[in-house]
């Protein structure tokens, strides 16, 4: 078996910060890559940054320049630091793993349960 488990969201003023965190665990041989998602109340689940294997980094426009997305593979973690938040960024944020489970012999996607990122203004 595989888990996800995100941490550091909260309640935070606009123009504030929040580094997220999530952790892979269990039947892992190789991480490939990892994404945060998010999903605002009515709306569809977006991607917001992604990290390869590599370390290559994209994130969406409506981020760019605040959010980054950063990895340590010896831990099976990937971060996601969120800089200038927005109330607009209000959303429950979701880590996913693209990754070889020994225990089922493939490559499969794998999801946290979402951690609530609020911002007042």
């Known amino acids: 078996q595989v888990h996800l488990v995100e941490s550091g969201g909260g309640l935070v003023q606009a123009g504030g910060s929040l580094r997220l965190s999530c952790t892979a665990s269990?039947?892992?041989?190789?991480?490939?890559?990892m994404r945060w998602y998010r999903q605002a109340p009515g709306k569809q689940r977006e991607l917001v940054a992604v990290i390869t294997s590599g370390g290559s980094t994209n994130s969406a426009d409506s981020v760019k320049g605040r959010f980054t997305i950063s990895r340590d593979s010896a831990k099976n973690t990937v971060y996601l630091q969120m800089y200038s938040l927005k109330p607009e960024d209000t959303a429950v944020y979701y880590c996913?793993?693209?990754?070889?489970?020994?225990?089922?012999?493939?490559?499969?996607?794998?999801w946290g349960q979402g951690t609530q990122v609020t911002v007042s203004s």
């Open positions: 996913n793993a693209n990754l070889y489970d020994s225990s089922r012999l493939g490559t499969y996607d794998y």
């Open positions: 269990g039947s892992i041989f190789r991480i490939n890559t």
